[in-house]
């Protein structure tokens, strides 16, 4: 049985549910939630929500007006047959997640993200979701949550489908140095990665967010997480460049060791995307 598709992402009672402080104050909470965009994402999210998966992506970008350039399109169109897995920087936060899905779910309908609690909030996409708590939470609940997803991600792989992964598990932030990457990726993830041995797809995406949410973020990132939204709708009308690898085999993969060594192997080879030419791009 298919699961009910909620119109809107964040209402008054989600917020309460979340922080009991604003109960019995709804004008405030409007107005918290104009401030941050929510009411705009509430809008797209409604407008779209009745064609989920795939297809709510495709109606969300193009109300967003955005484009999307590929290099490595040649790589989408020959992809393993069978199960794979992507993984990708985390530049923009949502952004990212709704373009990968529309990129390679064209290809792959049965492809699933794994993502955080906050973006399952996004009921339209979560036949594409699966959903963990990517900050380790000490609630019962939400790491019963983090457990399922795990083993639902196991369980879809070895059953021939496609997984993709943000290994960062968080949003790209400014470095020492004042370049915008990843932090270390995972090894919870990678522990994974290595338990299916499958090919792995590195997706780059080019581009960062506004410089007001990087300075937020290095603040705390609680702060960088409410301006999410926001950033969204910054990006309408822009076009956006993702570079596609070829596939890393699982014999390469296997000669990392640790999950250290291999994260680190799968992050530079993601980034070396970086590199590639604005004529490459279709």
Not at 10 to 38: E, S
Not at 67 to 83: A, C, F, H, R, Y
Not at 114 to 131: E, G, H, K, T
Request: glycine residues 6%; contains cysteine.
């Amino acid at each position: 049985m298919s699961e009910t598709i909620k119109r809107d992402v964040l209402n008054y009672d989600d917020v309460c549910q979340m922080a009991p402080f604003f109960k019995g104050k709804p004008r405030l909470v409007k107005w918290l939630m104009h401030l941050l965009a929510v009411d705009k994402v509430n809008w797209i999210h409604d407008h779209n929500c009745d064609t989920p998966g795939v297809p709510f992506t495709q109606g969300l970008l193009k109300d967003l007006d955005v484009t999307i350039k590929v290099s490595g399109k040649d790589v989408l169109e020959n992809l393993p047959e069978g199960s794979f897995i992507t993984v990708s920087n985390h530049p923009f936060g949502a952004l990212d997640g709704i373009m990968l899905i529309k990129l390679v779910g064209e290809y792959r309908p049965d492809f699933k993200v794994m993502v955080n609690m906050i973006l399952n909030y996004i009921s339209a996409l979560r036949p594409n979701f699966i959903a963990v708590d990517a900050y380790q939470s000490d609630d019962p609940a939400k790491r019963a949550v983090s457990v399922q997803g795990i083993a639902a991600a196991i369980k879809h792989v070895r059953e021939g489908h496609v997984l993709g992964f943000f290994p960062a598990g968080a949003v790209s932030k400014l470095t020492r140095n004042l370049r915008v990457e990843d932090r270390e990726w995972q090894p919870s993830v990678i522990r994974i990665i290595q338990k299916m041995k499958v090919p792995v797809v590195p997706i780059f995406f080019h581009g960062r967010n506004s410089l007001w949410s990087l300075f937020l973020g290095v603040i705390d990132w609680r702060l960088r997480t409410l301006r999410l939204p926001a950033e969204v709708f910054r990006n309408h009308g822009k076009t956006f460049r993702i570079s596609v690898g070829d596939p890393i085999m699982p014999e390469t993969l296997a000669q990392y060791d640790t999950p250290e060594q291999l994260g680190a192997y799968l992050k530079q080879q993601t980034y070396a995307l970086k590199a590639r030419k604005k004529e490459d791009f279709q």
